[in-house]
């Protein structure tokens, strides 16, 4: 125990210390332990809570248990063209190639699937999806992934610390020296110590009013490595998945799985007419997200909506039997709370902020970031996705990339000689700065600004945008960030949500100020990013990804990069796609 | 515990329509009147035989084989005692109603008395259960025999009230026979594996793997099986008496 | 995250304990009604709006994390699938789970469960390495003890910890289908009956059914884990015919 100004912190010892438990950082972890190295995992809340619960349709592999022409090329071609060409073909490439040993690799640990009759994993179909791809258990695979990971961490003796947040990253030129966090549970501080750090800490939905994110993806990882040093990428690529709940009111934004249009669900607006028609007459309510949301968002905007604001999924034409099976959390989901039984009513859905294509910008084969010994994998992690994602491509994403940057952050932490002195002073520095709202005696609510934050941005940088509302939107946020510096949280440090979320709001204004300013910046439409001022996708902005790099005063600053070349290998296997392009049949 | 949050707990809600208790209660003013009846009838009656009908305490009729004179269904009852004793189901109920461990879900105990569940004396005994169930089955082939007799009169076939009341009781139990857990377990349970050892794709589950599904969904309504069963029993009883006690004649459906 | 607009006229009172293990008291706040509005939502008013400190836990709010466990009119519930017009006009109260120890307000320290788990050994052993051949049949069983979110809700109600405090001597039913799930997977090839007999204790559950029937997730905990791993547990310790055909049936070491 040490102590400053009052406050005393406790420290811990680590090789690796993963912050984040969702799919992503478990992942990391297992890889760690398995080397032999010590792990140290921190989260927000318990253990096995983390969104990753929510993922409900499955984990995209290519295994052609179903379809035996899927392979991991048809997959990869699939993700890049999801993707728009902006994401990384390199970490498409090793998604597809390595997501088939990651799902078998569950099932060692215990991981129950779904079935086919020749007594394979089972596969569904998705979105964008050329063949039935997604391995599932019902609709809880995510659950199912992060229980099985959780288990496996468990056995393994990894230090596992729940409901700690972490409000600060230290490092030095040759690597990371720990992070401070304080314990919700006793309010007392802790330093982790470590030279290396992977960020699995997830996306940052909260900065939208109608989103289908737990409370805890307000994106701390990705401002702590924005404060560390790391770079931002696709920050205006913010996928609203097509289908959230609407009514009632208090669960507006929950998710209602794709695997109910996997299993045959059809959109119909007001008037009864199957509107994707009218998109994508091909793939229907298969198409990619991205078209699938733009398109209710539409019919809802042409006064073709439901009472409350959405369209209708109906899936009852495939029996109660089929959906009780298949489907059995929406069912209950909708019966216990719109009183909707959805094997004989339609269900109301309208677009939910759902994924961040964006985030911290990292090395494909490593996730290593700029700042040496920190590595970012999962949703936190930018490139994968490009312009838009691919359902089950998240969960996929976890497996592949969270053990790959375990891998790498062993390797750092194996190989560091020395761990950087964190000193005292810093901490105590960091420590005042933490426990400043809650010694304001007057001051904006954390919850009015939190609300304030929404409505900003759902109004400015939601699923259609445009230049003078982005800019209107970036003012008012800047000047948010202003307020945040007088925030006041009454009450102590022990358990305290609204302290809580007078630090989470420090991030959310910096996310929120980095996807208006991306936005505004891509003056193009490009999958999930959609402007009525350039509503066409231009060529030229397909060779770039814009990046957000922070300055020295601390403020972020743009730039574009070009999209990383694609090697004549992947080149080949897109060929099919840019026949495609050029109006001839696609393979 | 703080006294203060004990206190708070109300016992409004809106996910029953009976208050808590009400089962309970139930539970113990039935089985308390059952066990009253059972051992009068057990411990006083000389005999539970009307002509072809008999009374399923008196089956199998072990005391007539031995030749002993009194209380013939001493002999039998201790098998069905235990058997129903030792019920998952009935261990249930009479758990909550007549030991209150608790009365209700979640109502306050004394919890300075020792409690040991069923691995000390006397629940221990529960664990032997399947023992009890081999007994039971032996004596429902008794009671099947019974049965055939009670649709025999004087050598010719004939269908009367009693013969109806003692089919229907049979077949109740032996539904709850089937249903019981410990037979869920014997039946297929304690596989882990229905598909070992493995070689050919078992796209169609093995019969008993099939078998194990049809005693799990019985066993899912044990509870039911074991309430109707009790009260078939009884009614044969006391349907035989009121005969034998020349109260009410046998009505003959079919001669 | 919705529209907060009261209904004019329609409001609701909630009763919230507020405090710690050692003192504590219900306070009353007043909450507007919106339509299918659940404890939760009425929670996040209430921190909105009167007591932004009220700590309770949440996640997900769809019934998936199990985070939001607690006690409304003393019956263990998630707060985000309870609505409030399911109460009529009766007085709602909220508690968090009492059987382990209050953190703050609502939230408990529920910590016990995980350390349970760490115990739990073997882990799953598979026969074969993956990709496994099986039947849907096969792992439907096993499926049903997969869907449990760890809510702690069963753990809450069981009269063993909750009324006699024997956390030293029984694992709780939440364990228990963690265990049923290792233990009936078609491909483990590892025993738990001797942990279940000793440390985990299934013998100390008397079947009284109070955990299957608070299960969110309608895991029928009983029926299908408990029952079957006492059943488990007899053939190893209370059958000894079965352990005379076990001795039998074990193939004569050959010498070499």
Not at chain 1, 522 to 535: C, I
């Amino acid at each position: 125990m040490t102590a400053a100004g009052g406050q005393a912190w406790e420290t811990l010892r680590h090789d690796v210390l993963v912050i984040g438990a969702g799919g992503a950082g478990l992942r990391a972890a297992v890889a760690v332990s398995e080397v032999g190295l010590s792990v140290g995992v921190v989260s927000k809340s318990l253990l096995g809570k983390a969104h990753t619960v929510m993922a409900e349709g499955g984990v995209a592999a290519a295994l052609g248990h179903l379809d035996a022409e899927d392979s991991p090329d048809v997959h990869f071609r699939d993700t890049m063209k999801s993707g728009h060409f902006v994401n990384s073909a390199r970490m498409a490439e090793l998604l597809t190639a390595e997501a088939p040993e990651r799902v078998w690799e569950l099932e060692r640990w215990g991981a129950v699937f779904d079935r086919t009759p020749a007594g394979q994993i089972l596969q569904r179909a998705f979105g964008a999806h050329s063949y039935r791809r997604l391995c599932h258990v019902g609709d809880h695979t995510g659950k199912e992934l992060l229980r099985t990971l959780q288990n496996r961490v468990t056995q393994l003796g990894v230090a596992f610390y729940p409901e700690v947040i972490v409000t600060r990253l230290f490092r030095d030129d040759s690597g990371m020296a720990g992070a401070l966090a304080y314990r919700r549970v006793d309010g007392r501080f802790v330093l982790l110590r470590a030279p290396a750090i992977v960020l699995a800490t997830g996306g940052w939905g909260r900065v939208y009013a109608v989103t289908s994110n737990s409370w805890e993806s307000t994106g701390d990882g990705t401002a702590l490595a924005f404060a560390a040093g790391a770079d931002l990428m696709d920050m205006e690529m913010v996928q609203f998945h097509p289908t959230g709940m609407v009514w009632p009111p208090g669960v507006r934004g929950l998710l209602v799985t794709e695997g109910v249009r996997g299993e045959g669900g059809i959109l119909l607006n007001a008037q009864g007419r199957r509107f994707m028609a009218d998109y994508d007459p091909k793939r229907m309510e298969l198409s990619s997200r991205d078209v699938v949301a733009r398109a209710i968002y539409q019919e809802v905007q042409a006064g073709r909506g439901t009472p409350h604001g959405g369209a209708r999924l109906d899936i009852t034409a495939r029996g109660a039997a089929f959906i009780s099976r298949k489907l059995p959390s929406m069912r209950a989901q909708f019966l216990a709370l719109a009183d909707v039984d959805i094997t004989r009513e339609a269900m109301e859905v309208a677009p939910t902020c759902h994924y961040m294509m964006g985030g911290v910008r990292v090395d494909p084969d490593t996730c290593a970031t700029r700042v040496p010994g920190l590595f970012a994998a999962g949703e936190v992690a930018a490139g994968l996705h490009g312009a838009n994602r691919l359902g089950g491509n998240s969960l996929a994403d976890l497996l592949v990339f969270g053990k790959r940057a375990g891998d790498a952050a062993a390797r750092f932490a194996a190989a560091s000689v020395h761990l950087p002195v964190v000193a005292a002073s810093e901490i105590e520095e960091e420590v005042a700065r933490v426990l400043a709202p809650l010694r304001q005696p007057l001051g904006p609510s954390p919850y009015g600004l939190h609300s304030a934050l929404q409505e900003v941005m759902t109004r400015c940088g939601g699923i259609v945008r445009s230049g003078p509302g982005l800019q209107n939107g970036l003012q008012q946020v800047l000047e948010m960030q202003e307020r945040a510096a007088r925030l006041a949280a009454p009450g102590g440090t022990l358990y305290n949500p609204g302290w809580n979320l007078a630090l989470e709001l420090d991030a959310m204004l910096l996310l929120g100020e980095a996807i208006l300013r991306s936005a505004l910046e891509r003056t193009e439409s490009r999958g999930a990013h959609y402007r009525t001022d350039f509503p066409e996708e231009d060529a030229a902005w397909g060779k770039q990804n814009v990046v957000i790099t922070r300055d020295r005063g601390g403020s972020p600053s743009l730039r574009t990069v070009p999209v990383a070349a694609v090697t004549p290998q992947q080149q080949r296997v897109l060929a099919p796609l840019t026949q495609d392009v050029t109006g001839r049949a696609p393979s | 515990m703080p006294s203060s949050v004990r206190a708070a707990s109300a016992t409004a809600s809106p996910t029953r329509y009976w208050p808590p208790w009400a089962q309970s209660v139930t539970t113990l003013v039935v089985f308390s009147a059952f066990v009253l009846y059972s051992f009068g009838v057990v411990v006083f009656e000389r005999t539970g035989q009307y002509h072809n009908y008999l009374s399923p305490f008196f089956s199998p009729p072990l005391g007539q084989w031995l030749g002993i004179p009194f209380a013939p269904a001493v002999l039998v009852a201790w098998i069905p005692l235990l058997f129903r004793g030792t019920c998952y189901y009935y261990r249930r109920e009479y758990y909550h109603a007549f030991a209150a461990d608790p009365f209700t879900c979640g109502a306050p105990e004394r919890p300075e008395r020792a409690y040991t569940g069923e691995r000390a004396w006397p629940w221990v005994v529960s664990n032997w259960h399947r023992y009890w169930w081999y007994l039971a089955a032996i004596v429902l082939l008794f009671l099947w025999k019974d049965t055939v007799s009670a649709f025999i009169f004087q050598g010719q076939f004939g269908v009367g009230v009693g013969s109806v009341i003692m089919l229907g009781n049979v077949v109740l139990l032996t539904a709850y026979t089937l249903s019981c857990h410990a037979f869920r377990h014997l039946i297929g349970g304690s596989r882990d594996c229905f598909a070992c050892p493995r070689g050919i794709e078992a796209v169609r589950p093995p019969v008993r793997f099939r078998w194990w599904q049809r005693i799990s969904r019985w066993n899912r309504h044990h509870g039911r099986w074991a309430w109707a069963s009790m009260m078939s029993v009884w009614a044969t009883d006391v349907y035989i008496r009121l005969l034998l006690a020349h109260i009410i004649p046998d009505v003959r459906l079919l001669k | 995250m919705m529209e907060r607009s009261a209904v004019p006229g329609k409001e609701r009172v909630l009763y919230v304990y507020r405090g710690d293990d050692y003192q504590g008291e219900e306070v009353a706040y007043r909450v507007p009604v919106v339509p299918g509005m659940v404890v939760l939502d009425a929670l996040h008013f209430i921190q909105a709006h009167e007591a932004p400190d009220l700590a309770v836990r949440w996640n997900c709010k769809a019934a998936h994390c199990g985070s939001c466990s607690g006690e409304i009119n003393g019956e263990p519930r998630l707060f985000c699938k309870t609505r409030l017009d399911a109460y009529g006009s009766l007085d709602i109260h909220v508690h968090p789970l009492r059987t382990f120890p209050i953190i703050r307000d609502l939230v408990s320290d529920v910590s016990w469960n995980y350390e349970r788990a760490e115990e739990l050994v073997p882990g799953f052993r598979p026969a074969e390495p993956p990709p496994f051949h099986l039947q849907q049949w096969e792992v439907d069983r096993v499926e049903e003890f997969h869907r449990c979110i760890e809510c702690f809700l069963c753990q809450d109600v069981c009269h063993v910890l909750r009324e006699h405090g024997l956390f030293g001597q029984y694992w709780g039913p939440q364990l228990m289908v963690r265990i049923a799930e290792l233990e009936m997977h078609p491909m483990d090839t590892a025993s738990r009956t001797d942990l279940l007999h000793s440390a985990a204790g299934v013998g100390l559950c008397n079947v009284t059914h109070c955990c299957t029937d608070v299960c969110p997730e309608g895991i029928e905990i009983t029926h299908d884990a408990i029952i079957p791993l006492k059943e488990r547990v007899a053939d190893q310790h209370y059958d000894p015919i079965a352990a005379w055909l076990r001795r039998l049936r074990r193939p004569q070491p050959t010498s070499p």
